[in-house]
């Protein structure tokens, strides 16, 4: 008998399988139904370590059985090659980004071979390539087209460290997620996706999806709904305007960035806008706050308090968000030395200015209600403003209402997505700028605009993308006179090309459009969709975004790209700690490859626990899982004998089944496991020993590959049936026995499942409760309804 060498067999059947292109998915397979099967696909940022396996593996098991099954499954895959990490750690080594991503996308489809994995190269997409990204910048044009794309002024996040602007997505505690650097604002013209005209879209198709209930709470929380009214505060006459101020006027209300609301009109209609949620509170109002970035705040300053307001304005800019939000830092503001009047009372109430009002939260103006809010209450406690308690009162909105002082409003947390990004490493935005005739965007038939190869890479840090610098992109022709005009020099963020990456996997090489319409309907919408839930509120709500866009502009048939969606867990090391090279504590899967082969560590994976939850790697339970290989391997170059078995293969294939269908990999080979316990002393049939194999296949498809083969089988055993139970033969075998006499209940007793008559009145009459009423006595009848009544009529 030769012994398991499980490098000696992995490597020669994946050869055989790629040759095969076992894995080159047909769009359509007469007599099977498709399922598209997507895992996220990777950054190519370097090697991979053995964490980086779990999504692939998980997938990978899953897709196997889908293909048993007998589903036509298309597992495809590709690189998110553009973006800040990969460019960013370019820049560390001095490299140009596209050599230094180039090199690791080349490393790790070497790893990921090594996986063993169903994934079908042959749909390979990197979003840096210019017959991807020429379609990520027609998805612009389109977004553009449909007035969703838009140049505005906006107050942004700014990276000091990357030197880019940030989308609110892409910021965590106040710091950028690439490099933890605290981000600042800056006030800046910007592409901006208007991702907030389908708030109500993305809330509502979540009702429809198969997803996990967290992951939704947690889009529903970022979108952010929520209802109350926008309130009229009327501002005390302030001096008129002077003449320069009414020419700024003209110009700022036409302008589309408002920040705020609110108009200066004659002074008697000066009013400040305000969205609470809680209108009744409004007698409690005893003052009003302005962002500092509030477009009124200069206008109703009064003089002798200017110089004080000016300073305040200069010492929030050095302020971030997350610093003006700490709840424990003390509370700062300044008088603007005017009022307003409380609509609900009539009263007078003091304006100020203050930082803990965010510019881009509400109008940017709130009404301070300092008995009802701990926020308020702090800051009117240190500035000795009154404090109000009031009786709260309904009727005051429609009283409101009435004088058109308020009205109804729904308002979302959620911020338009700003795409712009002031770095060299993305697809270019298809924009031209014409002195003449403004913004253009480029035709479609001028796409792609190439991302030029050039010699300095760094961002500038002024704002400008290292692009600019090079004369000969930026230098170009209106498209519509044909003048002279300059190129957008921005790039795209790369969450947009990855918004839109699971419809070209159906048509990866159409030159004529992004996904031909038969085979976008042949595999769209994605059935299931396997990833990170670090994404709930990033990726997986642009490509909701931009697949409901598509859908309204006609390029789609459905609405929601994911109908099913499911997160694995994350590997720790064995410290529990995650995985990095500064902490030494990193599993390098290609030596774990040598030392216990690639289905001992996918099955390890699975073994681990949940895979939604993941957890430390445990250098010794692999050892476990890798002798339990062994011992599978020794099962089948035993000779078959004449053994049954069923039961317990009828109960395995049900259970194993179940729980693949439903990710629960670790009970699945704990479930394999035991089935080997039960049969490894005994000499099951040879069909067994291959309905064995099959219930492994899709966890160790090398090792069951092998030995299907030895077993003299010449297909592959992936594309074999998975095979069926019957529930018969799993059914309990004890029955519980309602014992009665006279028709009433006396007992019931267990017994074993299929007793016949005599059996079962043997039996019965063997319970002390049932022997005291039948002694003596005479039976006159006995009725048995098989598994689960016996009765004895007695007199
Ligand atoms: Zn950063
Ligand atoms: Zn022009």
């Not at 050892?623 to 069923?646: E, M």
């Not at 998975?722 to 267990?750: F, S």
């Amino acid at each position: 008998m030769t012994k398991y060498n499980p490098n000696k067999i992995e490597r020669k059947w994946q050869k055989a399988w790629a040759k095969k292109k076992l894995y080159f998915t047909k769009d359509k397979v007469k007599g099977k139904k498709s399922f598209y099967l997507l895992t996220m696909f990777p950054y190519p940022s370097g090697n991979l370590h053995v964490g980086h396996w779990f999504p692939y593996t998980g997938t990978d098991v899953y897709g196997r059985f889908k293909q048993m099954q007998g589903f036509n499954v298309m597992s495809p895959i590709g690189f998110d090659a553009f973006g800040l990490p990969a460019e960013n750690a370019a820049i560390n080594r001095n490299l140009d980004p596209k050599v230094w991503t180039y090199g690791n996308i080349k490393t790790m489809k070497k790893q990921l071979e090594l996986i063993g994995t169903i994934l079908d190269w042959s749909r390979e997409i990197i979003t840096a390539e210019p017959d991807y990204y020429k379609w990520t910048q027609w998805i612009f044009l389109k977004l553009y087209e449909a007035g969703l794309a838009k140049r505005e002024r906006v107050l942004a996040n700014w990276c000091p460290h990357c030197k880019t602007i940030l989308a609110n997505e892409q910021i965590q505690n106040g710091e950028c997620e690439r490099c933890d650097t605290a981000v600042e604002q800056r006030l800046l013209d910007q592409w901006v996706f208007k991702i907030t005209d389908y708030a109500q879209k993305l809330l509502d198709g979540l009702e429809e999806i198969d997803w996990p209930e967290t992951t939704k709470v947690l889009q529903k929380n970022w979108i952010g709904r929520s209802e109350g009214a926008m309130i009229k505060f009327l501002i005390l006459p302030i001096l008129s305007p002077t003449k320069s101020e009414k020419q700024n006027r003209g110009s700022s209300i036409s302008q589309p960035n408002s920040l705020n609301s609110g108009e200066i009109g004659t002074s008697s209609k000066d009013y400040i806008e305000v969205f609470t949620t809680r209108p009744d509170t409004i007698f409690g109002a005893t003052f009003m706050a302005l962002a500092p970035e509030h477009k009124l705040v200069k206008k109703i300053t009064k003089d002798q308090f200017l110089g004080q307001v000016n300073n305040y304005l200069e010492k929030t800019k050095k302020k971030t968000e997350l610093e003006r939000l700490a709840e424990v830092k003390e509370k700062t503001g300044v008088f603007t030395g005017t009022y307003a009047i409380n609509p609900a009372n009539g009263e007078k109430i003091p304006i100020w200015i203050s930082d803990f009002v965010l510019p881009h939260y509400g109008t940017g103006a709130i009404m301070a209600v300092p008995a009802h809010d701990q926020r308020d209450f702090e800051f009117a406690k240190k500035f000795n403003l009154p404090i109000k308690k009031i009786d709260l009162d309904s009727e005051i909105f429609k009283e409101l209402s009435k004088k058109s002082l308020a009205e109804r409003k729904i308002t979302y947390r959620l911020h338009d997505w700003i795409i712009s990004r002031q770095r060299y490493w993305g697809a270019p935005i298809p924009m031209i700028l014409c002195g003449k005739c403004g913004w253009q965007s480029v035709p479609e038939k001028d796409l792609p605009v190439l991302l030029p190869k050039i010699s300095n890479y760094k961002p500038s840090g002024t704002g400008e993308s290292p692009l600019a610098k090079s004369e000969k992109f930026v230098k170009t022709k209106c498209p519509r006179c044909f003048g002279e005009a300059r190129r957008e020099t921005d790039t795209m963020d790369t969450f947009v090309d990855s918004a839109w990456y699971f419809l070209r996997y159906a048509d990866s090489k159409n030159k004529k459009e992004f996904a031909s319409r038969e085979k976008l309907k042949a595999w769209l919408p994605v059935n299931m969709y396997i990833g990170g839930q670090e994404h709930a509120t990033k990726h997986l709500l642009y490509a909701r975004f931009i697949t409901k866009v598509l859908h309204d502009s006609g390029y789609l048939s459905f609405d929601e790209p994911f109908l099913s969606l499911r997160h694995q867990g994350l590997i720790f090391g064995a410290d529990s700690q995650k995985m990095s090279k500064s902490r030494g504590n990193v599993i390098d899967p290609d030596e774990m490859v040598k030392k216990f082969g690639s289905d001992a560590i996918r099955m390890h994976l699975c073994f681990m626990g949940p895979y939604e939850n993941g957890g430390p790697w445990d250098p010794k339970a692999i050892v476990g899982v890798y002798r339990f290989l062994n011992r599978a391997w020794n099962l089948v170059n035993k000779k078959p004998g004449n053994d049954k078995l069923d039961k317990s293969f009828h109960k395995a294939i049900k259970k194993i089944g179940e729980d693949i269908e439903n990710l629960r990999f670790n009970t699945a080979v704990s479930e394999l496991m035991k089935l080997l316990n039960e049969v490894e002393d005994k000499q099951p049939v040879k069909k067994q020993v291959e309905t064995f194999l099959k219930l492994l296949a899709p966890f160790a498809p090398h090792l069951a590959e092998e030995l299907w083969h030895q077993l003299g089988n010449k297909k592959s055993i992936h594309l074999e049936k998975w095979p069926e139970y019957d529930q018969k033969l799993i059914e309990e075998e004890v029955v519980d026995l309602v014992i009665q006499i006279n028709g009433r209940t006396r007992d019931i007793i267990r017994t074993p499942r299929g007793l016949i008559e005599s059996e079962a009145r043997e039996l019965a009459l063997k319970s002390e409760k049932i022997k005291k009423y039948v002694s003596g006595k005479e039976v006159k009848k006995f009725i048995y309804l098989s598994d689960r009544l016996a009765n004895f009529v007695i007199q």
